[in-house]
């Protein structure tokens, strides 16, 4: 056909693709490639070869890499052309370095210089073209090669080429914020670039901008109204249109803009008000573009400070998406639902069944966004339903990272709203059983701990009931086939400490079930050592209770294979089984006391316990210990060898290795005050210190450190000590030495103990944080628990509640709707004037005049149609007073921006009747700004000129036409 | 930011991809494997939106058109819209359809160069450069009288004539 070759490609080539096109196996078709890479090979490098031919050969390498395989050996050819001064050759050339090179490949040195002349050239396709590989092959290094020629461009004629400009500076932000951080000012002066096109794309990087730091563009936030504002309205040329929709991603950017602008920002938020609600309310949904612009202004309203007029507009709008019939747009509801459902949680309500449709929907991604939506509704009294829905999912399907995502999420839900201790535990069996191994260790130390330490219930019957049921279920899913090691891991240990503990099972049963894990799972060290610790437990207590031990034979052998194991891990445990098995009750109740899993255990961080072997060490002439830090001050380049040294011994704690450099300043000064304070021989010492800080050697440093030794025992060798460490055995030292080295010891110690402590302390916390809010969960379901289930279930949606709300919620939900409806007659109207009104005019005009006054003197007058109106507010006032002081005692949730919290009549009544005064001039007024007396004294008078000038030419605005016809007339 | 355009066909052969950011080989191909594996799986009447994070790294989103026997992907993070960049597809399926004439696999696979010409009008730097096909097809003409004037020995010369004559 006629679009063969529309680049003029060769007959090979064209057959080249046939042939891949044909090819029946991946096999063939790599041969194929691969002779096709050895022609280009030879080919390539022939002399000679003419352009249109060479520009062949680049796209075929282009097309072979696509392929996967490489094409490396061309790159250079690539490179060369570039150079070419043909805009198509160089066209290809570039297009061909953009896709095969990273930004710090070798060879882009020897484009850069390239693109320097392309950038200046006169033809702006040729500029285009270096742009385009501007935006991929510069890097951090390279951006001040470009930098100035870019932003030369950015006043560019052609706006083609202003836009890519714009948009190469953005990639340069992308990449280095910092290279680009005083030009921000260009994005600024671009977003008023006189074409469009240019606007747009300045929206990219101020978008960027914005999402790093909000505030020092909230003043743009008038300009983005507006010009979002403009492009809604249409005012943009047509061919900005896009299915009959201005410029809708020009609006999506604006309202992802605002959206970031507004959030958490009130006075900002009032400006878009207006906008947005037009744009909701104008909202095209039978296109899909519209349906864009609609979803991203929910977005919008969700993030800034939120709006009851909006929120009601979005509802509205989620409504639409979740009946529709179109995939994307349920998808887009569920989504838009998630987000509004923090702001009002009973949104979420009314579209229970849409919801369970979505969940039940074949489409994959429709459920996964569903999961979301519940995870973000869970509740105690569904959650139940909802994590027994995760879980059938994750069964359900073969993807390891969604599996891993939801089980930390059912993780997540169990842990914070389980109903009963039971339900968890069958909750956490599953998640391991499925999921296991994708599931955090950390997840089975909780589940340990929970199970050891219980839901933070005080009655001993609760928790012996817990284990045991945990017991009985980990006895029950043993036998199954391959389980996770993780949960392998849990099950031994809750075997180990809880199996025996309420009589139901022999010691025998428990050690045979453990022993013949053990054999199963015989590849698992891990595995392995849970179960013979746990072995090792349940004898002690067999033991402990004064029970006689008979150890069964495949025990017997179990033991014996582990005491000849390669680990020594394995080994040791194995000989303390041995090691407990022989001693008597007492001994070992006190080595292993029963169920002491959750005592805490103090740490002595001093080690004081061992002052004694100390004192006497010492003074058979050991040396005192020296911290490790004091020693590293002391010299350099110890310093060094012991910063080295803990990097690579603690690979996994990089933290502690950043803290290293800091140690030295402290150090760095005891030495001097130390020295100034021994008075017994100050200069060697001096000199030492000096000497030392120069980089002294390690021989020189100890020889006088053991003679200074004989000369004095304290402050002097705990700085000169450090040569006769080696460093490895000195870490090892560090804490248990500590204490013993007096008081200038500890000073300077400090440091690395306060580090010490400070992690410790950390953990401590962290740990001690989990069980609270489990704590704090428990409490929350407390004795109801059974009811709760039985709603729940029976309910069987999002929905259910705990019994007592759905009365709760749909008494107070029924004034709402009343008191919503009733105010939305008399109230809508007033904000939105409000809005309209936040141009100047609303400022300046309405504290000029009393409200009151004004409305009395409407009131007065006999034949405005206004009065009527703003009589109308006025008497219903007291209704829905008594509106809302019905809801507000029910439940806190009014209507609308006038708050019904206040609850003072006065105050409302003012507010109304102000909002309808402000209604019946404003209308009036506003639109004349320039005569804000002429509301004086004869509202009649004043209302009929407005009309007038209304009438010259100025609409009147949608809320009350009639004001005026009725007047004139 | 869109991070990669992908077209493949029902085969799971790939036909063009642009990476925005750059990728080794042979993730490329792993990450198109991985896609075409997701995309052939989905029944149909679904929606086109398929999550793209376990693949592509974090916040990555995917949104795919099924068109005859090709489908067209574009993967792309959180500052992006959805439904907006299942539009941009259009746009660039509009294009090609002005540039070819009822498009089909055939054009794609045999103008590839001419594909990244059209696709670098719509999106630059993994940004929406413009949205109007026509205003792409004016900017991609341009371009292409370039190659129609320098392409006096032309090896294919009817084909060029024909698609001159457009």
Redesign the interface.
């Known amino acids: 056909m006629g679009s063969q070759g529309g680049f003029g490609q060769s007959k090979e080539f064209l057959d080249l693709i046939k042939s891949i096109g044909e090819a029946r196996s991946k096999a063939e078709e790599d041969r194929i490639v691969i002779r096709e890479i050895e022609t280009l090979k030879r080919r390539i490098s022939e002399p000679d070869i003419p352009k249109r031919k060479m520009k062949e050969y680049i796209i075929r390498l282009l097309y072979v890499e696509m392929l996967g395989h490489d094409a490396s050996f061309g790159y250079i050819h690539a490179v060369k052309m570039t150079h070419d001064d043909n805009l198509l050759s160089k066209r290809t050339g570039y297009l061909a370095v953009t896709l095969f090179l990273n930004d710090d490949h070798d060879l882009i040195i020897l484009i850069v210089n390239t693109i320097q002349k392309d950038l200046k050239s006169d033809n702006y396709l040729v500029v285009c073209a270096a742009l385009n590989a501007v935006c991929r092959l510069i890097n951090e290094e390279t951006i001040p090669a470009v930098l100035p020629l870019i932003v030369e461009l950015l006043s560019h004629g052609k706006e083609a080429v202003r836009k890519k400009a714009v948009m190469a500076l953005h990639s340069f932000y992308r990449k280095s914020p910092s290279s680009v951080s005083h030009l921000v000012s260009n994005f600024r002066k671009r977003l008023c670039d006189n074409d469009p096109g240019v606007m747009g794309a300045t929206l990219c990087p101020l978008f960027d901008l914005i999402n790093d730091d909000p505030n020092p563009y909230k003043d743009l936030v008038v300009s983005f109204v507006s010009i979002l504002k403009q492009v809604a309205e249409h005012r943009l040329p047509k061919s900005y249109d896009y299915h009959q929709m201005p410029a809708p991603f020009v609006q999506i950017k604006l309202l992802k803009i605002l959206a970031l602008l507004g959030s958490g920002d009130k006075p900002s938020s009032e400006h878009m008000y207006t906008v947005i609600g037009d744009i909701i309310r104008k909202g095209d949904s039978s296109s899909n573009i519209g349906n864009a612009i609609l979803y991203e202004s929910i977005r919008t309203v969700s993030s800034i400070h939120s709006n009851a007029k909006l929120l009601e507009a979005a509802a509205d709008v989620i409504a639409k998406f979740l009946k529709s019939d179109s995939h994307n747009l349920k998808y887009m509801g569920i989504d838009a639902l998630g987000r509004l459902i923090k702001l009002s949680p009973l949104i979420a309500e009314q579209h229970q069944l849409a919801v369970i449709d979505c969940l039940e929907d074949p489409d994959d991604t429709l459920k996964r966004k569903t999961f979301e939506l519940l995870y973000k509704m869970t509740k105690s009294s569904n959650v139940e339903v909802i994590v027994d829905r995760m879980i059938e999912y994750m069964i359900s399907i073969s993807d390891d990272h969604y599996k891993t995502y939801i089980a930390s999420r059912c993780v997540e839900l169990a842990e914070q709203f389980a109903p009963s201790n039971h339900w968890f535990i069958q909750t956490m069996n599953k998640v391991f059983e499925h999921a296991g191994d994708l599931v955090n260790i950390k997840v089975a130390h909780n589940l340990m701990r929970l199970i050891a330490e219980g839901f933070g219930e005080d009655d001993d019957a609760a928790y012996s009931q817990l284990r045991s049921s945990a017991v009985e279920s980990y006895l029950r899913i043993i036998g199954e086939p391959k389980l996770p090691s993780v949960f392998l891991q849990v099950i031994c240990w809750v075997l180990g400490e809880y199996g025996t503990a309420d009589g139901k099972h022999s010691a025998s049963y428990i050690t045979g079930k453990l022993c013949d894990m053990a054999e199963a799972y015989s590849n698992d060290e891990i595995v392995k050592a849970y179960a013979i610790t746990a072995l090792t437990k349940i004898y002690a207590f067999e033991i402990a209770a004064g029970r006689k031990v008979d150890m069964l034979s495949e025990c017997q052998s179990l033991v014996e294979e582990l005491l000849a194991s390669h680990s020594t891990d394995l080994q040791q445990r194995a000989y303390e089984l041995q090691a407990v098995i022989g001693l008597d009750a007492r001994a070992v109740e006190a080595i292993l006391p029963h169920d002491a899993s959750c005592e805490d255990i103090e740490v002595d961080k001093n080690l004081s316990f061992l002052n004694g072997y100390i004192q006497q060490s010492i003074e058979s002439g050991a040396m005192p210990y020296i911290s490790e830090n004091e020693r590293s001050g002391m010299v350099n380049t110890s310093n060094f060898r012991s910063h080295d040294q803990q990097e690579s011994g603690q690979h996994g704690l990089r933290f502690e290795a950043y803290e290293v450099p800091k140690a030295p300043v402290p150090s760095k000064v005891t030495p001097v005050s130390l020295s100034s304070t021994t008075d017994l021989v100050p200069v060697p010492e001096s000199l030492y210190a000096r000497e030392t800080q120069q980089i002294s050697s390690v021989g020189l440093a100890s020889d006088t450190g053991s003679s200074e030794l004989k000369l004095r025992l304290d402050g002097v060798q705990k700085k000169w000590g450090k040569p006769t460490y080696s460093s490895p055995a000195s870490s090892s030292n560090s804490t248990s030495q500590n204490p013993v080295n007096g008081v200038t010891k500890v000073d300077v110690a400090t440091t690395i103990n306060s580090k010490a402590r400070d992690s410790y302390d950390s953990r401590k916390q962290q740990n001690e944080i989990d069980p609270e809010k489990q704590k704090l969960a428990a409490s929350l379901f407390g004795g109801s628990t059974k009811t709760e289930r039985r709603t729940s279930t029976s309910s069987k949606g999002p929905k259910a509640s705990a019994a007592d709300r759905p009365q709760d919620s749909k008494a107070a939900s029924v004034p709402n709707k009343a008191s919503g409806e009733k105010t939305n007659q008399v109230q809508q109207p007033p904000p939105q004037d409000l809005l309209d009104l936040g141009e100047p005019t609303v400022t300046a005009a309405p504290p000029a005049v009393d409200p009151f006054m004004q409305l009395e003197g409407l009131l007065d007058s006999s034949n405005s149609s206004a009065v009527s109106n703003s009589g109308g507010a006025v008497a219903n006032a007291p209704d829905i007073m008594g509106l809302y002081r019905g809801t507000t005692s029910s439940e806190q949730s009014g209507g609308g921006g006038y708050n019904p919290a206040s609850g003072d009549n006065l105050n409302l009544l003012s507010e109304l009747s102000n909002a309808a005064a402000v209604r019946g001039t404003t209308g009036a007024t506003i639109v004349s700004p320039l005569s804000p007396s002429v509301k004086g004294a004869n509202a009649k008078d004043s209302l009929e000129k407005d009309a007038k000038v209304r009438q010259m030419g100025v609409t009147p605005t949608s809320q009350n036409p009639n004001l005026f016809r009725d007047l004139l007339g | 930011?869109i991070r990669a355009v992908l077209v493949m066909n029902t085969q799971g052969?790939?036909r063009?991809?642009?990476f925005?950011e750059?990728m080794p080989?042979?993730k490329?191909?792993e990450i198109i494997r991985n896609v075409f594996a997701v995309l052939c799986s989905?029944?149909e009447?679904?929606?086109?939106?398929?999550?793209a994070?376990?693949f592509f790294g974090p916040d990555a989103r995917l949104v795919y058109k099924h068109l005859a026997t090709l489908y067209f992907v574009f993967i792309f993070d959180g500052?992006e819209?959805?439904?907006?960049m299942?539009?941009?597809i259009?746009?660039f399926v509009e294009t090609l359809d002005k540039c070819?004439?009822n498009v089909c696999e055939?054009?794609v696979?045999?103008?590839?160069?001419?594909m990244?010409?059209i696709l670098?009008e719509i999106i630059?730097?993994?940004?929406?450069?413009?949205?109007?096909s026509?205003?792409v097809m004016k900017?991609v003409e341009?371009?292409s009288k370039?190659?129609a004037a320098?392409?006096a020995?032309?090896?294919?010369p009817k084909?060029?004539s024909?698609?001159r004559s457009r």
């Open positions: 930011m052969k790939p063009l991809a642009k925005y750059f080989v042979e490329q191909q989905r029944p009447h679904v929606s086109n939106f398929v999550d994070e376990s500052s819209n959805e439904l907006a299942l539009d941009l259009q746009v070819f004439r055939l054009d696979v045999f103008n590839y160069s001419k990244h010409t670098d630059f730097g993994g940004q929406v450069l413009e949205t109007s026509t205003e900017a341009e371009i370039l190659d320098s392409s020995i032309n090896l294919v084909s060029v024909s698609w």
